[in-house]
């Protein structure tokens, strides 16, 4: 097995980020991905705050150009999911499991892995996912045009996502269970100002109905335990993230399953970096997930230098 000098899990702006820093440095890597390159900014259909666009830019187009980036300096990008790794003490390399029984061998890793949206978990939500009940508007949004939808969260995302479902559906409601948004001012006042949106606070979703399709769900007041029923044809549920660290060792975990590193992104375990939203205390933004990447692969060219 010919060993790489680094690899990097999962091809978000982290990974792409790492592998355009770890090719300019030299470095001999490869950049495992189990879907296409882009990560979560493929299912957003703006992003406004990543510097150097005065304008805003698609998320496919800003993840493309970073990949074509990344492949344009050399890297090496291939299609394919990590199941694990182990340390192969004797020789001094990860061995990294592919699915389908594929082996590589790297003197460093770099996890990029990201974050998932977290469901909901209320009854109702499995039975109608891709029959109502969607975590992408971007994918989704169009389907329901000139229909009434829910939004359920109150972060950065669901007020994002909430404004760009108002460009089909007549009537957003934005359900939230605390009694403001926590998502940025700016954001906040385009949702308040936006006569589509019907802003629905202290209330959580407590079950999603419906024959075929979604038809409404029900709500629970959290100060007054009051009741409710909403009439809609879609929910997008956006109530935050869940690491993707299920292939990586326990020990260097946090107990939310966050990988923890230093200001350098090392994990304890000498060889093995991490970066971007599956790191404990990232801001889990894009300008931030593509400088750990950055800082992560220069990590591991010091760290190669080193041996
Ligand atoms: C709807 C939405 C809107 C957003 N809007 C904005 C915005 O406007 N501005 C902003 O700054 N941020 C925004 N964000 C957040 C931003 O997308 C993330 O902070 C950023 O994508 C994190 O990058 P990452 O590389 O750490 O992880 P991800 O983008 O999650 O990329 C991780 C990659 O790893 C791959 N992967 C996972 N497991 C494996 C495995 N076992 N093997 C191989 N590959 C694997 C995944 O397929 C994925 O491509 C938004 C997020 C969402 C969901």
Redesign the pocket.
């Known amino acids: 097995m010919k060993i790489k000098d680094l690899i990097i ?7 792409l980020s790492a592998a355009i820093y770890g090719m300019r440095a030299g470095m001999d890597l490869a950049v ?4 296409a ?5 493929m ?2 259909y703006e ?4 510097p150097g666009f005065a304008e805003p830019v698609p ?1 496919w187009e800003l993840m493309s150009r970073m990949e074509n980036q990344a492949r344009r300096l050399g890297a090496d990008i291939r299609s ?4 694990g790794f182990a340390w192969n003490d004797a020789e001094k390399y990860f061995r990294v499991a592919l699915a389908g029984g594929e082996m590589l061998g790297a003197r460093a890793v770099i996890a ?4 998932s ?1 977290m469901k909901l978990g209320v009854p109702g939500e499995a039975d109608f996912t891709g029959r109502g009940v969607s975590y ?3 994918c989704d949004a169009a389907f329901f045009r000139e229909k009434v939808t829910a939004v359920v969260g109150g972060g ?2 669901a007020l ?2 909430a404004i760009y479902l108002t460009k089909f559906s007549s009537k957003v409601y934005l359900v939230h269970r605390r009694d403001q948004f926590r998502g940025a001012k700016l954001l906040q006042q385009r949702v308040l100002e936006n006569p589509r949106i019907v802003p629905v606070f202290d209330t959580v979703v407590t079950s999603i109905n419906g024959e075929l399709r979604v038809e409404s769900v029900s709500t629970a007041n959290k100060k007054t335990g009051e009741a409710g029923t909403i009439a809609v044809d879609g929910v997008f549920i ?1 109530v935050g993230y869940q690491p ?1 660290t299920a ?1 990586l060792p326990r020990g260097i975990l946090a107990a939310n399953g966050e990988v923890i590193v230093d200001m350098h992104m090392r994990t304890t375990m000498p060889g093995l970096f991490a ?4 790191r404990k205390d990232s801001i ?6 593509t400088a750990d ?1 950055a800082t992560a692969a220069l990590s591991a060219y010091e760290y190669l230098e080193s041996l």
């Open positions: 899990a999962g091809a978000g702006p982290a990974g495992i991905e189990k879907l390159p882009g990560g979560q900014v299912t957003t992003v406004e705050n990543y998320g394919s999911q990590i199941e990029a892995t990201g974050a949206l992408c508007a971007t950065n995302t994002e996502e956006f993707n292939w970066a971007g939203d599956l889990r933004q894009i300008v931030a997930a990447g």
